[in-house]
Protein backbone atom coordinates (compact mmCIF):
# COMPACT_ATOMS: atom_id res chain seq x y z
CA UNK A 1 0.00 0.00 0.00
CA UNK A 2 0.78 3.56 -0.77
CA UNK A 3 3.15 5.37 2.48
CA UNK A 4 2.34 8.18 4.52
CA UNK A 5 -0.46 9.31 6.59
CA UNK A 6 -3.58 9.15 4.94
CA UNK A 7 -6.23 12.62 5.19
CA UNK A 8 -9.68 11.83 5.89
CA UNK A 9 -10.09 11.50 1.95
CA UNK A 10 -7.33 9.08 1.76
CA UNK A 11 -4.93 11.31 -0.11
CA UNK A 12 -1.53 11.50 1.87
CA UNK A 13 -0.84 15.58 0.38
CA UNK A 14 -1.27 17.36 -2.51
CA UNK A 15 0.71 16.69 -5.38
CA UNK A 16 -1.06 17.20 -9.05
CA UNK A 17 2.35 19.03 -10.44
CA UNK A 18 3.80 15.79 -10.30
CA UNK A 19 1.34 13.76 -12.64
CA UNK A 20 2.53 13.07 -16.09
CA UNK A 21 1.53 11.84 -19.40
CA UNK A 22 -0.72 13.09 -22.11
CA UNK A 23 -4.05 12.52 -23.95
CA UNK A 24 -3.50 9.48 -25.86
CA UNK A 25 -5.80 7.69 -28.56
CA UNK A 26 -6.72 4.92 -26.16
CA UNK A 27 -8.91 7.26 -23.39
CA UNK A 28 -10.02 9.43 -26.42
CA UNK A 29 -11.69 6.30 -28.22
CA UNK A 30 -12.28 4.81 -24.51
CA UNK A 31 -14.33 7.80 -23.08
CA UNK A 32 -16.20 8.03 -26.60
CA UNK A 33 -17.19 5.03 -26.55
CA UNK A 34 -18.37 4.74 -22.94
CA UNK A 35 -19.85 8.55 -23.47
CA UNK A 36 -22.60 6.97 -25.82
CA UNK A 37 -24.72 5.75 -22.46
CA UNK A 38 -25.51 9.67 -22.56
CA UNK A 39 -27.38 8.97 -25.98
CA UNK A 40 -29.89 6.57 -24.36
CA UNK A 41 -31.39 9.37 -21.74
CA UNK A 42 -31.29 11.86 -24.88
CA UNK A 43 -33.28 9.88 -27.24
CA UNK A 44 -35.57 9.20 -24.68
CA UNK A 45 -36.06 12.62 -23.78
CA UNK A 46 -36.52 13.37 -27.33
CA UNK A 47 -38.78 11.07 -28.65
CA UNK A 48 -40.97 11.11 -25.82
CA UNK A 49 -42.24 14.61 -26.59
CA UNK A 50 -42.98 13.79 -30.38
CA UNK A 51 -44.78 10.65 -29.78
CA UNK A 52 -46.70 11.75 -27.19
CA UNK A 53 -48.26 14.46 -30.39
CA UNK A 54 -48.54 12.04 -32.91
CA UNK A 55 -52.31 11.38 -33.55
CA UNK A 56 -51.61 7.29 -34.27
CA UNK A 57 -50.11 7.30 -31.07
CA UNK A 58 -52.80 8.76 -28.79
CA UNK A 59 -55.94 7.07 -30.58
CA UNK A 60 -54.60 3.39 -29.45
CA UNK A 61 -53.37 4.81 -26.11
CA UNK A 62 -54.53 8.13 -24.95
CA UNK A 63 -58.37 8.64 -26.56
CA UNK A 64 -59.44 11.22 -23.99
CA UNK A 65 -56.40 13.07 -25.13
CA UNK A 66 -56.91 13.01 -28.96
CA UNK A 67 -60.49 13.59 -28.42
CA UNK A 68 -59.12 17.06 -26.69
CA UNK A 69 -56.91 17.72 -29.46
CA UNK A 70 -59.58 17.97 -31.80
CA UNK A 71 -61.91 20.08 -30.23
CA UNK A 72 -61.13 23.68 -31.78
CA UNK A 73 -62.08 25.52 -28.42
CA UNK A 74 -60.17 23.87 -25.60
CA UNK A 75 -58.08 25.80 -24.06
CA UNK A 76 -54.78 25.09 -25.72
CA UNK A 77 -52.94 25.08 -22.27
CA UNK A 78 -55.04 22.56 -20.84
CA UNK A 79 -55.30 20.24 -23.63
CA UNK A 80 -52.81 17.80 -23.19
CA UNK A 81 -53.61 18.10 -19.03
CA UNK A 82 -53.59 13.99 -18.93
CA UNK A 83 -52.27 12.38 -15.85
CA UNK A 84 -51.95 8.81 -17.96
CA UNK A 85 -50.32 11.11 -20.61
CA UNK A 86 -47.89 12.20 -18.02
CA UNK A 87 -47.37 8.55 -16.40
CA UNK A 88 -45.78 7.55 -19.52
CA UNK A 89 -43.34 9.68 -19.35
CA UNK A 90 -42.43 10.11 -16.31
CA UNK A 91 -42.35 6.15 -15.35
CA UNK A 92 -38.86 5.32 -17.14
CA UNK A 93 -37.69 8.06 -14.65
CA UNK A 94 -39.07 6.96 -11.33
CA UNK A 95 -37.94 3.26 -12.68
CA UNK A 96 -34.25 5.04 -12.98
CA UNK A 97 -34.34 6.12 -9.12
CA UNK A 98 -34.56 3.16 -8.25
CA UNK A 99 -32.39 1.13 -10.35
CA UNK A 100 -29.30 3.64 -10.17
CA UNK A 101 -29.40 3.12 -6.41
CA UNK A 102 -29.22 -0.79 -6.87
CA UNK A 103 -26.63 0.62 -9.32
CA UNK A 104 -24.18 1.78 -7.47
CA UNK A 105 -23.16 -1.30 -4.95
CA UNK A 106 -22.74 -3.44 -8.80
CA UNK A 107 -20.73 -0.48 -9.94
CA UNK A 108 -17.88 -0.66 -6.62
CA UNK A 109 -18.16 -4.17 -6.00
CA UNK A 110 -17.94 -5.43 -10.08
CA UNK A 111 -16.34 -2.12 -12.05
CA UNK A 112 -17.96 0.40 -14.15
CA UNK A 113 -17.99 -1.45 -17.16
CA UNK A 114 -20.36 -4.28 -15.61
CA UNK A 115 -23.30 -1.12 -14.83
CA UNK A 116 -22.46 0.11 -18.51
CA UNK A 117 -23.51 -3.52 -19.78
CA UNK A 118 -26.29 -4.16 -17.69
CA UNK A 119 -27.89 -0.59 -18.59
CA UNK A 120 -27.51 -1.63 -22.74
CA UNK A 121 -29.09 -4.52 -22.46
CA UNK A 122 -32.22 -3.46 -20.30
CA UNK A 123 -32.73 -0.40 -22.25
CA UNK A 124 -32.55 -2.81 -25.39
CA UNK A 125 -35.25 -5.03 -23.61
CA UNK A 126 -37.35 -1.62 -23.02
CA UNK A 127 -36.92 -0.54 -26.76
CA UNK A 128 -38.29 -3.80 -28.43
CA UNK A 129 -41.37 -3.68 -25.37
CA UNK A 130 -42.26 -0.76 -26.17
CA UNK A 131 -42.01 -0.90 -30.34
CA UNK A 132 -44.44 -3.74 -30.06
CA UNK A 133 -47.09 -2.87 -27.36
CA UNK A 134 -50.56 -4.01 -27.70
CA UNK A 135 -51.51 -2.42 -24.73
CA UNK A 136 -50.88 0.10 -22.22
CA UNK A 137 -49.48 -2.11 -19.61
CA UNK A 138 -47.41 -3.60 -21.98
CA UNK A 139 -45.71 0.06 -23.13
CA UNK A 140 -45.67 1.31 -19.36
CA UNK A 141 -43.41 -1.93 -18.55
CA UNK A 142 -41.38 -1.55 -21.54
CA UNK A 143 -40.75 2.51 -20.01
CA UNK A 144 -40.22 0.76 -16.83
CA UNK A 145 -37.09 -1.18 -18.35
CA UNK A 146 -35.78 1.50 -20.24
CA UNK A 147 -35.49 3.35 -17.13
CA UNK A 148 -33.60 0.84 -15.18
CA UNK A 149 -30.99 0.69 -18.23
CA UNK A 150 -30.90 4.45 -17.47
CA UNK A 151 -30.47 4.61 -14.23
CA UNK A 152 -27.29 2.21 -14.45
CA UNK A 153 -25.92 4.08 -17.72
CA UNK A 154 -26.49 7.56 -15.73
CA UNK A 155 -24.56 5.84 -12.70
CA UNK A 156 -21.51 4.33 -14.61
CA UNK A 157 -20.77 6.40 -17.55
CA UNK A 158 -20.04 9.86 -15.85
CA UNK A 159 -17.96 7.98 -13.04
CA UNK A 160 -15.82 5.84 -15.85
CA UNK A 161 -15.50 9.01 -17.66
CA UNK A 162 -14.43 11.16 -14.49
CA UNK A 163 -11.52 8.22 -14.03
CA UNK A 164 -10.31 7.66 -17.46
CA UNK A 165 -9.80 11.47 -18.44
CA UNK A 166 -6.24 13.09 -17.67
CA UNK A 167 -7.05 15.98 -15.03
CA UNK A 168 -6.07 18.92 -17.49
CA UNK A 169 -8.96 17.84 -19.50
CA UNK A 170 -11.66 15.98 -17.64
CA UNK A 171 -14.12 18.18 -17.95
CA UNK A 172 -14.14 18.16 -21.51
CA UNK A 173 -13.83 14.27 -21.70
CA UNK A 174 -15.97 14.02 -18.85
CA UNK A 175 -18.91 16.62 -20.89
CA UNK A 176 -19.01 13.75 -23.71
CA UNK A 177 -21.83 12.26 -22.21
CA UNK A 178 -23.66 15.63 -22.17
CA UNK A 179 -22.76 15.99 -25.91
CA UNK A 180 -24.03 12.38 -26.68
CA UNK A 181 -27.42 13.56 -24.75
CA UNK A 182 -27.70 16.38 -26.69
CA UNK A 183 -26.84 14.30 -30.20
CA UNK A 184 -29.42 11.92 -28.89
CA UNK A 185 -32.19 14.43 -28.39
CA UNK A 186 -31.18 15.60 -31.85
CA UNK A 187 -31.44 12.38 -33.39
CA UNK A 188 -34.31 11.75 -31.82
CA UNK A 189 -36.00 14.94 -32.69
CA UNK A 190 -35.25 14.39 -36.28
CA UNK A 191 -36.97 10.99 -36.83
CA UNK A 192 -39.77 11.92 -34.55
CA UNK A 193 -39.73 14.05 -37.68
CA UNK A 194 -40.00 11.50 -40.41
CA UNK A 195 -42.01 8.97 -38.89
CA UNK A 196 -44.75 11.56 -38.15
CA UNK A 197 -45.41 10.87 -41.88
CA UNK A 198 -45.78 7.21 -41.32
CA UNK A 199 -48.81 7.90 -39.42
CA UNK A 200 -50.95 5.82 -37.75
CA UNK A 201 -48.20 3.47 -36.80
CA UNK A 202 -44.71 5.38 -36.93
CA UNK A 203 -44.25 6.06 -33.45
CA UNK A 204 -43.51 2.22 -33.72
CA UNK A 205 -40.40 3.11 -35.59
CA UNK A 206 -39.21 6.23 -33.02
CA UNK A 207 -39.60 4.25 -30.24
CA UNK A 208 -37.61 0.54 -31.35
CA UNK A 209 -35.23 3.17 -33.02
CA UNK A 210 -34.04 3.30 -29.17
CA UNK A 211 -32.47 -0.04 -29.71
CA UNK A 212 -29.53 1.71 -31.25
CA UNK A 213 -27.44 3.17 -29.21
CA UNK A 214 -28.27 0.55 -26.66
CA UNK A 215 -26.27 -1.83 -28.69
CA UNK A 216 -23.77 0.39 -29.08
CA UNK A 217 -23.42 1.18 -25.11
CA UNK A 218 -23.68 -2.44 -24.69
CA UNK A 219 -20.96 -3.64 -26.98
CA UNK A 220 -18.52 -0.70 -25.90
CA UNK A 221 -19.29 -1.64 -22.29
CA UNK A 222 -17.70 -5.59 -23.14
CA UNK A 223 -15.03 -4.19 -25.46
CA UNK A 224 -14.17 -1.05 -22.58
CA UNK A 225 -11.24 -1.22 -20.19
CA UNK A 226 -11.84 -1.40 -16.92
CA UNK A 227 -10.90 2.00 -15.55
CA UNK A 228 -7.75 2.07 -12.96
CA UNK A 229 -9.26 3.80 -9.75
CA UNK A 230 -11.95 0.67 -10.03
CA UNK A 231 -9.04 -2.20 -10.72
CA UNK A 232 -7.32 -1.14 -8.00
CA UNK A 233 -9.73 -0.41 -5.59
CA UNK A 234 -11.02 -4.45 -5.97
CA UNK A 235 -7.37 -5.16 -5.34
CA UNK A 236 -6.47 -5.68 -8.96
CA UNK A 237 -3.53 -3.18 -8.50
CA UNK A 238 -0.82 -4.72 -11.07
CA UNK A 239 -3.84 -4.60 -13.78
CA UNK A 240 -4.68 -0.97 -12.80
CA UNK A 241 -1.16 0.09 -13.00
CA UNK A 242 -0.98 -1.04 -16.79
CA UNK A 243 -3.80 0.63 -17.78
CA UNK A 244 -3.17 3.74 -16.02
CA UNK A 245 0.41 3.77 -18.09
CA UNK A 246 -1.61 2.62 -21.13
CA UNK A 247 -4.12 5.50 -21.27
CA UNK A 248 -1.68 8.18 -19.98
CA UNK A 249 0.87 7.18 -22.88
CA UNK A 250 3.73 7.04 -20.17
CA UNK A 251 5.62 4.47 -17.65
CA UNK A 252 5.63 7.71 -15.21
CA UNK A 253 2.69 7.67 -13.50
CA UNK A 254 4.44 7.38 -9.76
CA UNK A 255 2.21 9.92 -8.70
CA UNK A 256 -1.46 9.24 -9.60
CA UNK A 257 -0.96 5.74 -8.91
CA UNK A 258 0.16 6.83 -5.38
CA UNK A 259 -3.55 9.07 -5.03
CA UNK A 260 -5.43 6.31 -6.21
CA UNK A 261 -3.74 3.97 -3.77
CA UNK A 262 -4.08 5.65 -1.14
CA UNK A 263 -7.74 6.68 -1.94
CA UNK A 264 -8.27 2.71 -2.52
CA UNK A 265 -6.90 1.88 0.86
CA UNK A 266 -9.21 4.12 2.71
CA UNK A 267 -11.95 2.61 0.24
CA UNK A 268 -11.73 -0.35 1.33
CA UNK A 269 -12.05 0.16 5.05
CA UNK A 270 -15.49 1.70 3.96
CA UNK A 271 -17.94 -0.86 4.21
CA UNK A 272 -21.45 0.89 4.20
CA UNK A 273 -20.17 4.18 1.98
CA UNK A 274 -24.03 5.40 2.13
CA UNK A 275 -23.23 5.71 5.63
CA UNK A 276 -19.83 7.08 4.99
CA UNK A 277 -21.07 9.76 3.05
CA UNK A 278 -23.13 11.09 5.83
CA UNK A 279 -19.95 11.99 7.57
CA UNK A 280 -19.09 15.76 7.98
CA UNK A 281 -16.23 15.87 5.63
CA UNK A 282 -18.14 14.64 3.47
CA UNK A 283 -21.26 16.90 3.57
CA UNK A 284 -20.17 19.48 1.26
CA UNK A 285 -20.03 16.80 -1.42
CA UNK A 286 -23.38 15.05 -0.53
CA UNK A 287 -24.86 18.70 -0.60
CA UNK A 288 -23.28 19.14 -4.45
CA UNK A 289 -24.74 15.61 -5.42
CA UNK A 290 -28.59 16.83 -4.23
CA UNK A 291 -28.35 20.47 -5.34
CA UNK A 292 -27.13 20.92 -8.69
CA UNK A 293 -29.05 17.60 -9.95
CA UNK A 294 -32.11 19.28 -8.36
CA UNK A 295 -31.51 22.53 -10.05
CA UNK A 296 -30.39 21.12 -13.56
CA UNK A 297 -34.06 19.96 -13.60
CA UNK A 298 -35.71 23.03 -12.04
CA UNK A 299 -34.38 25.11 -14.70
CA UNK A 300 -37.03 24.00 -16.79
CA UNK A 301 -35.62 22.26 -19.25
CA UNK A 302 -36.59 18.59 -19.54
CA UNK A 303 -40.04 19.78 -19.40
CA UNK A 304 -39.28 21.75 -22.70
CA UNK A 305 -37.62 18.87 -24.13
CA UNK A 306 -40.13 16.07 -22.75
CA UNK A 307 -42.98 18.22 -24.06
CA UNK A 308 -41.76 20.94 -26.95
CA UNK A 309 -44.01 19.88 -30.27
CA UNK A 310 -47.28 19.96 -27.65
CA UNK A 311 -45.65 23.25 -25.69
CA UNK A 312 -45.39 24.81 -29.33
CA UNK A 313 -48.83 22.99 -30.56
CA UNK A 314 -50.50 24.79 -27.42
CA UNK A 315 -48.96 28.43 -28.70
CA UNK A 316 -51.49 27.29 -31.77
CA UNK A 317 -48.34 26.53 -34.40
CA UNK A 318 -49.93 23.66 -36.69
CA UNK A 319 -48.92 20.76 -39.02
CA UNK A 320 -45.42 19.95 -38.78
CA UNK A 321 -44.27 22.88 -37.80
CA UNK A 322 -44.27 21.66 -33.85
CA UNK A 323 -41.75 18.78 -34.30
CA UNK A 324 -39.65 20.70 -36.56
CA UNK A 325 -39.10 23.60 -34.34
CA UNK A 326 -38.47 20.92 -31.65
CA UNK A 327 -35.90 19.55 -34.23
CA UNK A 328 -34.09 22.78 -34.72
CA UNK A 329 -34.37 23.15 -30.49
CA UNK A 330 -32.49 19.98 -30.28
CA UNK A 331 -29.99 20.72 -32.61
CA UNK A 332 -29.22 24.14 -31.00
CA UNK A 333 -28.75 22.01 -27.72
CA UNK A 334 -26.22 20.36 -29.57
CA UNK A 335 -24.06 22.47 -30.76
CA UNK A 336 -23.84 24.69 -27.48
CA UNK A 337 -22.36 21.52 -25.62
CA UNK A 338 -19.70 21.64 -27.98
CA UNK A 339 -18.83 25.36 -26.84
CA UNK A 340 -18.72 24.10 -23.38
CA UNK A 341 -16.33 20.71 -23.94
CA UNK A 342 -13.87 23.52 -25.88
CA UNK A 343 -14.14 26.09 -22.89
CA UNK A 344 -14.70 24.08 -19.46
CA UNK A 345 -10.98 23.62 -18.69
CA UNK A 346 -9.94 27.05 -19.43
CA UNK A 347 -12.80 29.21 -18.27
CA UNK A 348 -14.00 27.14 -15.44
CA UNK A 349 -17.27 25.36 -14.30
CA UNK A 350 -18.14 28.73 -12.07
CA UNK A 351 -18.00 30.82 -14.75
CA UNK A 352 -19.96 28.63 -17.35
CA UNK A 353 -22.65 28.04 -14.71
CA UNK A 354 -23.22 31.95 -13.51
CA UNK A 355 -23.48 33.06 -17.09
CA UNK A 356 -25.54 30.22 -18.41
CA UNK A 357 -27.84 31.22 -15.54
CA UNK A 358 -28.40 34.85 -16.27
CA UNK A 359 -29.01 34.06 -20.25
CA UNK A 360 -31.56 31.49 -19.11
CA UNK A 361 -32.97 34.04 -16.64
CA UNK A 362 -33.68 36.58 -18.76
CA UNK A 363 -35.24 34.32 -21.72
CA UNK A 364 -37.90 32.62 -18.98
CA UNK A 365 -39.14 36.04 -18.87
CA UNK A 366 -38.94 37.40 -22.25
CA UNK A 367 -41.29 34.70 -22.95
CA UNK A 368 -43.52 34.54 -20.51
CA UNK A 369 -43.95 38.21 -21.13
CA UNK A 370 -44.90 37.50 -24.85
CA UNK A 371 -47.76 34.64 -23.74
CA UNK A 372 -48.99 37.26 -21.36
CA UNK A 373 -49.30 39.94 -23.68
CA UNK A 374 -50.22 38.07 -26.85
CA UNK A 375 -51.75 34.88 -26.00
CA UNK A 376 -54.98 33.66 -25.69
CA UNK A 377 -55.72 30.27 -24.19
CA UNK A 378 -58.14 29.82 -26.49
CA UNK A 379 -56.84 31.20 -29.84
CA UNK A 380 -53.72 31.10 -31.68
CA UNK A 381 -50.13 33.19 -30.99
CA UNK A 382 -49.33 34.92 -34.71
CA UNK A 383 -46.75 34.03 -36.58
CA UNK A 384 -44.21 35.80 -35.79
CA UNK A 385 -44.81 36.00 -32.22
CA UNK A 386 -44.57 32.07 -32.24
CA UNK A 387 -41.13 32.96 -33.78
CA UNK A 388 -40.11 34.92 -31.52
CA UNK A 389 -40.98 32.30 -28.64
CA UNK A 390 -39.36 29.77 -30.70
CA UNK A 391 -36.13 31.67 -30.91
CA UNK A 392 -36.24 32.83 -27.23
CA UNK A 393 -36.74 28.68 -26.05
CA UNK A 394 -33.41 28.17 -28.30
CA UNK A 395 -31.37 30.76 -26.99
CA UNK A 396 -33.10 29.09 -23.37
CA UNK A 397 -31.70 25.66 -24.10
CA UNK A 398 -28.67 26.96 -25.95
CA UNK A 399 -27.52 28.48 -22.36
CA UNK A 400 -28.73 25.18 -20.78
CA UNK A 401 -26.47 23.51 -23.51
CA UNK A 402 -23.05 25.25 -22.30
CA UNK A 403 -23.91 25.58 -18.71
CA UNK A 404 -26.05 23.86 -16.29
CA UNK A 405 -26.73 20.81 -19.28
CA UNK A 406 -23.18 19.55 -19.06
CA UNK A 407 -21.97 20.69 -15.57
CA UNK A 408 -24.46 19.05 -13.68
CA UNK A 409 -23.74 16.21 -14.23
CA UNK A 410 -19.65 17.00 -14.75
CA UNK A 411 -19.17 18.95 -10.99
CA UNK A 412 -21.06 15.89 -9.34
CA UNK A 413 -19.12 13.02 -10.56
CA UNK A 414 -15.44 14.49 -9.84
CA UNK A 415 -15.80 15.55 -6.77
CA UNK A 416 -16.35 12.49 -4.02
CA UNK A 417 -13.52 11.01 -2.57
CA UNK A 418 -12.88 6.99 -4.35
CA UNK A 419 -14.73 5.60 -0.87
CA UNK A 420 -17.64 7.30 -1.59
CA UNK A 421 -17.78 8.19 -5.47
CA UNK A 422 -20.11 5.33 -6.56
CA UNK A 423 -22.73 6.16 -3.53
CA UNK A 424 -21.94 9.67 -4.40
CA UNK A 425 -23.22 9.12 -8.00
CA UNK A 426 -26.14 6.59 -7.24
CA UNK A 427 -26.94 9.86 -5.51
CA UNK A 428 -26.60 12.56 -7.73
CA UNK A 429 -28.73 10.07 -10.61
CA UNK A 430 -31.44 9.54 -8.36
CA UNK A 431 -32.16 13.00 -7.12
CA UNK A 432 -32.12 14.15 -11.14
CA UNK A 433 -34.53 11.60 -11.81
CA UNK A 434 -36.83 12.07 -8.71
CA UNK A 435 -37.10 15.63 -9.92
CA UNK A 436 -37.43 14.84 -13.94
CA UNK A 437 -40.34 12.32 -12.56
CA UNK A 438 -42.20 15.36 -10.90
CA UNK A 439 -41.64 18.03 -13.58
CA UNK A 440 -42.50 15.52 -16.12
CA UNK A 441 -45.35 13.82 -13.99
CA UNK A 442 -46.90 17.53 -13.01
CA UNK A 443 -45.75 19.82 -15.91
CA UNK A 444 -49.25 19.23 -18.38
CA UNK A 445 -51.05 19.90 -15.36
CA UNK A 446 -48.63 23.00 -14.25
CA UNK A 447 -49.24 24.22 -17.67
CA UNK A 448 -52.96 24.21 -17.36
CA UNK A 449 -52.40 26.19 -14.12
CA UNK A 450 -50.01 28.29 -14.43
CA UNK A 451 -50.60 29.26 -18.28
CA UNK A 452 -47.73 31.30 -19.44
CA UNK A 453 -46.63 32.09 -15.61
CA UNK A 454 -44.53 28.22 -15.97
CA UNK A 455 -41.45 30.61 -17.46
CA UNK A 456 -41.70 32.17 -14.44
CA UNK A 457 -42.04 29.39 -12.14
CA UNK A 458 -39.08 28.23 -13.57
CA UNK A 459 -36.87 31.63 -13.69
CA UNK A 460 -37.60 31.80 -9.74
CA UNK A 461 -35.43 28.41 -9.59
CA UNK A 462 -33.28 29.82 -11.75
CA UNK A 463 -31.98 32.83 -9.72
CA UNK A 464 -31.92 30.73 -6.77
CA UNK A 465 -29.38 28.48 -8.50
CA UNK A 466 -27.41 31.11 -9.96
CA UNK A 467 -26.99 32.51 -6.23
CA UNK A 468 -25.83 28.71 -4.67
CA UNK A 469 -23.10 28.52 -7.64
CA UNK A 470 -21.83 31.85 -7.19
CA UNK A 471 -21.96 31.66 -3.01
CA UNK A 472 -21.12 27.99 -2.51
CA UNK A 473 -19.38 25.94 -5.51
CA UNK A 474 -15.47 26.37 -5.57
CA UNK A 475 -14.04 26.51 -8.62
CA UNK A 476 -12.74 22.71 -9.58
CA UNK A 477 -10.85 23.13 -12.55
CA UNK A 478 -7.81 21.58 -13.26
CA UNK A 479 -7.96 19.73 -9.45
CA UNK A 480 -6.74 16.40 -9.74
CA UNK A 481 -10.38 14.16 -8.89
CA UNK A 482 -8.42 12.27 -5.96
CA UNK A 483 -7.26 15.60 -4.30
CA UNK A 484 -10.90 17.61 -4.25
CA UNK A 485 -10.85 17.18 -0.34
CA UNK A 486 -8.71 19.90 -0.20
CA UNK A 487 -10.50 22.49 -2.03
CA UNK A 488 -13.51 22.26 0.98
CA UNK A 489 -10.87 23.19 3.22
CA UNK A 490 -10.16 26.35 1.96
CA UNK A 491 -13.68 27.31 0.95
CA UNK A 492 -14.88 30.52 3.17
CA UNK A 493 -18.15 28.45 4.11
CA UNK A 494 -17.65 24.70 3.39
CA UNK A 495 -14.16 24.62 5.77
CA UNK A 496 -16.45 25.20 8.73
CA UNK A 497 -18.16 22.24 7.85
CA UNK A 498 -15.82 19.77 7.12
CA UNK A 499 -13.12 20.73 10.49
Known amino acids: MAGGSMGPAGVSKERAEEYKGSVTAYVIVACVVAAIGGSLFGYDVGISGGVTSMDGFLEKFFPAVYRNKQRAHENNYCKYNNQGLSAFT ?8 VSSLVASPITRKYGRRSSIVCGGVSFLIGAALDASAVNLVMLIFGRIMLGVGIGFGNQAVPLYLSEMAPTHLRGGLNMMFQLA ?11 NYGTQKLEPS ?20 ILLPETPNSLIERGFEEQGRKVLEKIRGTKDVDAEFEDIMDASELANSIKHPFRNILERRNRPQLAMAVFMPAFQILTGINAILFYAPVLFQAMGLKGNAPLYSSAVTGGVLAASTVISIATVDRLG ?15 Q ?25 VVVVCLFVMAFGWSWGPLGWTVPSEIFALETRSAGQSITVAVNLFFTFVIGQAFLSMLCVFKFGIFLFFAGWIVVMTLFVYLFLPETKGVPIEEMSFLWKKHWFWKNVVT
Do not use: H
Not at 369 to 385: H, N, Q, W
Open 90 to 97: SSLYLAGL
Open 181 to 191: TTLGIFTANMI
Open 202 to 221: GWRLSLGLAGAPAVLMTIGG
Open 349 to 363: RRVLLISGGVQMIAC
Open 365 to 389: VIAAIVLAVKFRGDGELSKGYSMLV
